[in-house]
């Protein structure tokens, strides 16, 4: 008979899972203001109030919106753009909607007045010119930007390589004379008709009056529609050389505290480059960060939804971007938040504090042990080290063990085989594992050795000889092109994805094509030359600098660029020095804003399944972190610390956040960002394949290593067997950590329910369950504890014990079957399955 009908995982998985998952009923956030009760209003106020002289509208086309503000007693303000009436005077100046936006009709100076049936009001002054004398437009500045909001410019629309139905715009609009050249001169003009701008193909398609294979994307009483008539009206002028260019952009107001289910008008303010400012709101384009928390309309209204957490909201406009924060209080109470460990807890609690979200409480020590020896090692614990750790009264038992497990080899096993896989160190055939041999051990050295990690990135990026005296040139064979090293650099090293940056600028960030070959100028004089008479490694090579003036040119405009880190001047490197010197000390320096913050972030996610920022890797404005507090503080600690990465884990380790329970509690079961517990993950391939190995007593054998290599050990993912693959085992062909797949899906479960691989190993003639079963000195109580132990470091429960011990009795003849069924059990729930 099936195992399967024999006895039901289920069976076995009994509260502790059940608790971590929760019931959504029992733990569902309260629907009450987190914010409590605000007070009565004390005062309204209109803005924005640019340098305290109100607003300027330069021009018909050009409008302002507005939004007002309510300051209550208790220090809350509240956005009352859409609750307030409005009144300008004198009139005929501009016209103003009932959510604050203002058009102009006339030049002159103009009061604008926002008020309230409670008898409060606000007003603020604004100037209106350019309307009598109109002033010809500007294309890149106000007719490229319609292309971005309605979607034209887009990689699935025009934006694409090859256009769309004959029709091509540059992606995201990043080269307006492209686009210039394709809208007024290419199609025989047939696009725009001055005469009649009415009847302009690129009028009449986009508001459905003309076949349109994008729908229809904008009304004709709107004010992309307007601008766009009166641009042709004008004869489609393309602007001046000197005419002012957008530098920057900022959301006004930057950020609020807000109830959940409440409103809040943005207003995104351009700066240029002869120090004007425009309002740009209903041209820009509005995007929230996480689409489970907030939504943002056209016009720059967020919402904000029934999670609580923060959310950024991306302004994005003319290549520039923006953010507005939006902080979500739960609003409960935390009068019995734990005293702080570490600056660690300092952080993630005064966050928790803000939002009103009360942690769940510490994990228990059967727990602690697991978790950390799995966080820390890769391994679990065996059945002894969990009843010393638990018999153990030391109140600095849980420290010493984390210094345990930091100075031990099982650190340097699991770490070495992250970094390998991001590094990308594999072989592509028999003659690459010399190398890929010799890099993996220098990575394990230098993680056992607690090399500082700035010296580690250093010995990587500036290799030079080969592979037997300096392993890691083996990183230059994987990515032996100018741009996968930068890419691969910014993202690993600096936590940035800078892919976009080297076809145009990108959308999301402030890197241009010029930064993006500024950086990729460090590596511009690497050479590398096949290795003599040396057939068993074809694809290793002696790297070397190749004296010469380090530059690069973009290929779009042909400028020649010199060597520069990201957002900082260029470096004047002399013919004779190895630029990528220059680029390890521009990014370990204490002052740079990426180095250190990225791999703190990126350790952060190890242990918590989430980073600060998150992805990991992804570390830009538009995505910004979770806790600025908790990162800025764990990368200044690391610099001051001298780049220690052991320190880092330690750190981490020690703070009463890593040491929380699982299980929610009444208020925090949606927190995914917070930290207000720790969250449950599977156990990556290697661990839990390990894992299957020590509970069954079993072994793995891996052509070409010794005897008694475990799958954490593997020097190279290509040995690792089908096991590993199906459970997600990265093959380290990116240096995205997401290229590891922690997702379950259903040929897991049937590989561990069903597969001859795992009921071999459950029923090894030599393994666990044939030595349960052939000793009779000890009681079947006390082997049942012994499995519990060593599957999941706890003592089994009393209904869990009554379970296995009749199941045994039921099978007295054949006990290594009764023992088979409950390791197989085990081996299928949840809770072995899961770090928590």
Not at 307 to 324: C, D, H, K, W
Not at 574 to 603: C, E, G, Q, S, T
Not at 785 to 801: G, I, K, M, N, W
Request: with cysteine; hydrophobic share 35%; glycine share 8%.
């Amino acid at each position: 008979m099936d195992r399967f009908w024999r006895i039901a995982p289920a069976a076995w998985s009994i509260c502790l899972w059940t608790a971590i998952a929760g019931s959504a009923s029992a733990v569902e956030e309260t629907k009450s203001s987190g914010l409590g009760d605000p007070g009565p209003l004390t005062e309204l106020r209109v803005e924005p109030n640019i340098d305290g002289k109100g607003f300027v509208i330069n021009g018909r086309d050009r409008s302002q919106q507005l939004f007002v503000t309510g300051l209550f007693a208790s220090g809350q303000q509240h956005d009352f753009t859409r609750k307030v009436t409005y009144k300008a005077e004198p009139e005929g100046i501009v016209s103003i909607s009932d959510d604050g936006y203002v058009t102009p009709l006339a030049d002159g100076t103009v009061t604008i007045t926002a008020s309230i049936e409670a008898g409060k009001s606000a007003s603020l002054s604004g100037t209106v010119a350019g309307i009598a004398n109109d002033p010809p437009m500007n294309f890149k500045n106000q007719i490229v930007p319609i292309f971005t909001k309605l979607g034209c410019n887009s990689g699935g629309c025009h934006g694409k390589a090859s256009g769309q139905n004959g029709f091509k715009l540059s992606l995201l609009g990043f080269y307006p004379d492209d686009d210039y050249e394709f809208l007024v001169k290419e199609g025989r003009g047939r696009r725009l008709n001055p005469a009649s701008p009415d009847e302009s193909l690129f009028l009449t398609k986009p508001v459905g009056k003309s076949p349109h294979g994008g729908g229809k994307r904008m009304e004709e009483d709107s004010h992309e529609y307007r601008l766009i008539a009166h641009w042709i009206e004008q004869g489609m002028p393309y602007g001046n050389p000197e005419d002012p260019v957008v530098t920057s952009i900022q959301c006004l107001p930057t950020g609020r505290v807000m109830d959940r289910g409440a409103e809040q008008q943005i207003t995104v303010v351009a700066t240029y480059s002869d120090g004007s400012t425009e309002d740009v709101t209903r041209m820009a384009l509005f995007e929230p960060n996480d689409t489970e928390m907030a939504e943002s309309g056209k016009t720059g209204l967020v919402r904000s939804l029934d999670l609580s957490g923060e959310v950024a909201i991306m302004a994005r406009y003319q290549g520039q971007v923006s953010t507005f924060r939006a902080t979500i209080p739960l609003g409960a109470d935390l009068a019995d938040i734990p005293e702080p460990n570490n600056f660690v807890d300092e952080a993630v609690m005064n966050k928790l504090k803000l939002l009103g979200i009360p942690p769940s409480g510490p994990a228990n020590d059967a727990t602690f042990i697991r978790r950390a020896y799995v966080d820390i090692t890769g391994e679990i614990p065996t059945a002894e080290e969990v009843r010393q750790f638990l018999a153990d009264s030391d109140p600095e038992k849980r420290d010493k063990l984390i210094d345990r497990l930091v100075d031990s080899p099982g650190y340097a096993d699991l770490f070495a085989n992250k970094w390998n896989m991001v590094l990308r160190n594999k072989r592509r055939g028999a003659t690459d594992q010399k190398g890929t041999y010799a890099f993996y051990r220098w990575i394990w050295n230098s993680l056992y050795e607690n090399k500082p990690y700035d010296q580690f990135a250093r010995e990587i990026l500036t290799a030079s000889g080969d592979m037997d005296q300096n392993p890691p040139v083996v990183w230059y064979r994987e990515v032996s092109k100018n741009n996968e090293q930068v890419e691969d650099t910014a993202q690993l090293f600096l936590g940035l994805r800078i892919q976009c940056a080297r076809c145009h600028h990108h959308p999301f960030e402030r890197w241009s094509q010029n930064d993006y070959y500024s950086l990729s100028a460090f590596f511009s004089r690497v050479g590398n030359k096949k290795l003599a008479n040396d057939a068993s490694a074809a694809r290793d090579r002696r790297i070397f600098h190749n004296e010469g003036v380090a530059t690069a040119k973009n290929p779009r405009n042909g400028t020649k660029l010199k060597p520069a880190g990201l957002g900082v001047e260029a470096f004047d490197i002399p013919a004779d020095r190895d630029p990528r010197h220059y680029l390890v000390d521009w990014m370990a320096a204490k002052d740079n804003p990426f180095f250190a913050k990225a791999i703190v972030n990126r350790y952060w996610k190890h242990f918590f399944d989430r980073g600060i920022v998150e992805p990991e890797d992804d570390m830009r404005e538009t995505n910004p972190p979770s806790n600025p507090e908790l990162l800025d503080n764990l990368a200044q600690q690391f610099i001051e610390n001298n780049f220690d990465l052991k320190w880092l884990v330690r750190t981490i380790c020690k703070s009463n956040t890593y040491q929380l329970s699982a299980i929610p509690n009444d208020y925090n079961l949606k927190d995914k960002q917070n930290f207000s517990r720790y969250y449950p993950r599977r156990l990556k391939a290697e661990v839990l394949y390990d894992a299957l190995h020590q509970v069954t007593s079993t072994s793995q054998a891996y052509k070409g290593l010794p005897a008694g290599t475990s799958a954490l050990q593997l020097p190279d993912p290509s040995v690792g067997t089908y096991f590993l693959k199906v459970f997600g085992q990265p093959q380290g062909e990116t240096a995205c950590e997401c290229e590891r797949s922690q997702e379950a899906n259903l040929a897991q479960s049937l590989h561990l329910l069903n597969s001859s691989e795992v009921q071999g190993k459950i029923s090894n003639a030599s393994g666990r369950a044939a030595i349960l079963a052939k000793d009779t000195e000890t009681s079947d109580e006390q082997k049942i504890q012994e499995l519990y132990l060593s599957v999941y470091s706890r003592a089994p429960q009393d209904d869990e014990l009554k379970i296995a011990l009749a199941h045994i009795a039921k099978h007295e003849k054949e006990k290594q079957i009764a023992y088979e069924d409950i390791i197989w059990a085990l081996v299928n729930t949840k809770e072995f399955l899961f770090n928590h």
